[in-house]
Every structure is written in structure tokens, then in C-alpha cells.
């Protein structure tokens, strides 16, 4: 029975209150007794240990009420909270100050430059093979060939293979680089464009991601361009000269061996994979060198590919002609895996000049297709429209680049507060975001994160960059 059951009503009191004896009793003391205990005894002691009995019982909350009109077995008990409930795909949705939002869930998702992204309800994978290997999910994209594009824009005058050759240090004539470049088996089977997709970053070392804008580098273990380290176990000498056309050239000082390396880590889907590490040089450069592949496991190395201090004859689209390959398996990888890349002078006073460097699936090196660097504007500004009514709702703002910054500012609105109903001008409501650092509340921990093509915004109690029909301009770096 329900509480309500027992409540004590005014029939119960009939017969047992004390108001109900006559004015005056005679030689009835038993009887008087018993009439003052009534409706103690037999009214309010049953029923208020039925009521009891009821809480104690298994369908007790079912009859205590809340604050949000339901009763107890089947409200939430929570300071924030104030509903719970289940979509029809079965994901639970919570209520909070009036609007319903699902908490995410699932899989925490990570970009190149290690920015949490927002969790949605579901992931689609589009060409792609999936698999899960010990509590982790991998996804590995599979390339299709995508629909015909927009014509694009006239090109600038291309070089010939020789001009490029020449300007990259070749020494010969044009009939002799043509011969050479005929004399190739590589030539005819292939082609110089049929290449394979190439594993390394900033691999172009004849111009280079330079952002450091140092002219030379050196030192025991110094960050040089882009994506590459060097390492000298002697320390002594210059190791590396960007020269005015952009290229690398790599010097080994009187103490000898030094070293440029590239470190990748994210490569699990390659395991037990065959790959060839292969880097083109400057014709002159006719030196002792050496590749290795070094993959570590934790604070633990191990080499699994080495190759002797020897070349042989290759042409790449720049018309390079000394190339070194190392064909290798790097056994049982991780996405926590790294893997080593290793160009070597073991010699001391000797140099390279470089062309580029490529890692590729297979056991063949397929060549570099040179690309000439674009110039391109530093900064890019304009504005958008909020979409976002729910707290959690998203929307990327595509710039065609990953930005290294980008600053928005909210312009001229105001917005009411869902728990006080207060009317705020938040006109000039600015927030910044980088690559290594997303913008974030305490409520939305990336309102604004940079995402490979551009930046991402959230909607949040406390963040207005996605409010439906505001308008928010931005300043975009590269």
C-alpha cells in the first residue's frame, strides 16, 4: 500500500478522542483509562509503523515525491542534474536549467597537432579499414580516387628536368643528362611521376619547411628544419647550411659522424609491413653515407635496418642522380610505436647535398614528383554565422589549412541568461586558439580548436562563438 494510505483522517477519530466523554464519569476508571489511550494505540502507533514498514519495503520510494514532480523511484538525485532519459537509439540525455543535451561518450579522437576534438554520438569511417588491438581502436584509410575537379588556374612556365638538375648542383651537359636519364630500366617501367605516397614530413630538402628560419644549425642535439633533428655524438662543426635556394647541405665536422633524423610516431597500421627508406642526392656528392631505421618501444631501441656507406645511380624529377635505398620490415608495431630515420656522415670533414628523402610501402623506391613552393598569404580573415541551440552543438569553419593561430571576436550582441533571465552585451567577446593550446571555459574545455582544415567552434553556457544568428569574425594564421 501507498503512504497516503495511512494518513489519519477524522473518522478515525470516532469513538477514541477524548473530546467524544461525557462531562462526568462515575466509578468507570478502566474504562477512562483506555479511552485516553485509543487513539494513541489503535490509530496513530499502527499506521505510523505501516508507514514504516512501507519506506523500508521494496516500493518505498515510490511513494516519496521530488522537487521535479516525480516520485523518488524514478527521479534523479543530483545537485545539477534534473531529468534523465533514453532516445530512441538508446543513448541517455540529461536536462539541465531546461535543455536537454546528450554527454559525450565513446572514443576520445585526437588530431595531428594532439587537440581533443568534441565527441559526437557516432564515428563514420569513410574509406577505411578498422580494426581494435588491445583496448585500442585503429583506422587506417583506404585512398579512392576522388570525382573530376575544377579546372585549375594557368601555371607559371615549367623548367625542364635538366634546368632543375643544373640548379640543384648537376655538373653535366644536357645530352649526357639525357642519356643518363635514358640508359635508366627505371625510366621506361615506370615513369618519373608513378610514385607512391611518401610516409616522412617536409621530405622536399631541395626547399625545405624552414620555420625556424636559421641559415645553418649545429649542436649535440639541435631541432633543425621542420620535422628533423640533428645529432653529432662530438658536437663539433657546422652540421647543417640552408643555402639561398633553399636546399640542405649536411657537413660532418673534424669529430665525424653526424647525423639527420626524423622521428614518427602513429605508424601501428605499418606493421610487419615491407617499406624502403631511399634518399636522392646532389650528383657531385660521390660519399660514404648510411641510412638506418631504428624503431623504439618505450625507453628501449632497437636498429632493423642498416645499409653500408654505399650509392647507386637513380633520376628523380629534379634530375638527381644519386640515390640510396634501404629496404626493411620493422617487425610488431604500436601507434605508441616510434620510428627512426637515420641519415648518416660517418666520416669526418665530408658533405651532402640533399634532394629529398621518402619512405614508401614496397620494396622499390618509385622516386620524388617535385612540387615548387607556392606562395601563399600569411593570414586570412573573414567572418561567420553561429548555428549552434543546444549547449554541445558544433560547427567547423573550413579555411582550406590548419591554422597555427586563430583569434575571433563576437560581434555587436547580446545574449539572456537561461537561469537569470539577465539581458548581457557580450559585443567584442574575444577568444584565441593555437595548434598546442584550444580555447576553452569551464564548461567547454575546446570552444575553439584548430582542426587540419581549419577551426572548430562549440556552443557552451559560458562560450558564444556557436550562438544561432550571431556573427563572429576571425583572423587566421598559417
Excluded at 545537485?79 to 540525455?93: F, K, Y
Excluded at 585512398?143 to 648542383?169: F, I, T
Excluded at 645499409?307 to 617487425?331: K, M, N, W
Aim: charged share 20%; glycine share 12%; hydrophobic share 35%.
Amino acid at each position: 500500500m501507498s503512504i497516503e494510505s495511512y494518513k489519519i483522517t477524522a473518522g478515525d477519530y470516532s469513538g477514541r478522542d477524548v473530546t467524544g466523554l461525557p462531562d462526568q464519569v462515575t466509578g468507570q476508571a478502566d474504562w477512562l483509562k483506555r479511552r485516553f489511550d485509543a487513539l494513541t494505540k489503535e490509530v496513530v502507533v499502527p499506521r505510523f509503523n505501516a508507514v514504516i514498514d512501507t519506506l523500508y519495503g521494496a516500493e518505498g520510494a515510490a511513494s516519496v515525491g521530488t522537487r521535479q514532480g516525480l516520485k523518488l523511484d524514478r527521479a534523479v538525485l543530483s545537485p545539477d542534474i534534473d531529468q534523465l532519459r533514453r532516445r530512441e537509439d538508446g543513448r541517455l540525455e540529461v536536462r539541465q536549467e531546461g535543455s536537454w543535451s546528450a554527454p559525450p561518450t565513446g572514443h576520445s579522437i585526437f588530431n595531428t597537432h594532439g587537440q581533443s576534438t568534441a565527441p559526437t554520438d557516432r564515428l563514420q569511417f569513410v574509406d577505411a579499414n578498422v580494426w581494435v588491438e588491445g583496448g585500442v581502436t585503429y583506422v587506417q584509410g583506404v585512398g579512392q580516387a576522388g570525382g573530376e575537379g575544377l579546372p585549375g588556374r594557368d601555371g607559371a612556365d615549367g623548367k625542364s628536368a635538366y634546368a632543375a638538375a643544373v640548379e640543384g648542383g648537376y655538373a653535366g651537359s644536357e645530352a649526357a643528362f639525357a642519356q643518363q636519364l635514358a640508359d635508366l630500366p627505371e625510366t621506361a617501367r615506370r615513369g618519373l611521376l608513378a610514385t607512391n605516397g611518401n610516409l616522412l614530413l617536409n621530405s622536399n630538402l631541395f626547399s625545405p619547411g624552414n620555420s625556424g628560419g636559421r641559415q645553418s644549425y649545429s649542436g649535440q642535439l639541435d631541432q633543425c628544419i621542420d620535422h628533423w633533428s640533428l645529432r653529432s655524438p662530438s658536437g663539433n662543426g657546422q652540421l647543417a647550411d640552408v643555402q639561398g635556394s633553399g636546399r640542405i647541405r649536411l657537413r660532418s665536422g673534424s669529430g665525424g659522424l653526424v647525423e639527420l633524423v626524423q622521428r614518427r610516431s602513429g605508424l601501428g597500421h605499418l606493421s610487419s609491413r615491407t617499406l624502403t627508406f631511399s634518399l636522392f642526392c646532389t650528383p657531385e656528392d660521390i660519399r660514404p653515407r648510411q641510412l638506418e631505421v631504428r624503431v623504439w618501444q618505450g625507453e628501449t631501441s632497437e636498429v632493423v635496418a642498416h645499409s653500408s656507406p654505399l650509392y647507386t645511380s637513380g633520376v628523380d624529377a629534379l634530375g638527381s642522380t644519386v640515390q640510396h635505398l634501404l629496404t626493411f620490415q620493422p617487425g610488431a608495431l604500436t601507434n605508441a610505436s616510434v620510428l627512426e630515420f637515420v641519415v648518416r656522415l660517418p666520416q669526418p670533414s665530408t658533405e651532402l647535398g640533399l634532394i629529398w628523402a621518402k619512405l614508401e610501402l614496397g620494396s622499390a623506391c618509385t622516386g620524388y614528383v617535385y612540387e615548387p613552393p607556392v606562395e601563399r598569404s600569411a593570414v586570412k580573415a573573414g567572418c561567420y554565422t553561429g548555428n549552434g541551440v543546444d549547449y554541445g552543438d558544433t560547427q567547423e569553419i573550413e579555411l582550406g589549412f590548419a591554422p597555427s593561430a586563430v583569434i575571433l571576436r563576437l560581434d555587436g550582441a547580446s545574449l539572456t541568461s537561461t537561469t537569470t533571465n539577465v539581458v548581457r552585451n557580450v559585443s567584442g567577446y574575444t577568444g584565441i586558439a593555437t595548434r598546442e593550446l584550444p580555447y576553452s571555459s569551464y564548461d567547454v574545455p575546446n570552444a575553439i580548436q584548430v582542426t587540419e582544415r581549419g577551426f572548430l567552434v562549440t556552443h557552451g553556457l559560458q562560450t558564444h562563438f556557436n550562438v544561432e544568428g550571431k556573427r563572429v569574425q576571425y583572423v587566421a594564421f598559417r
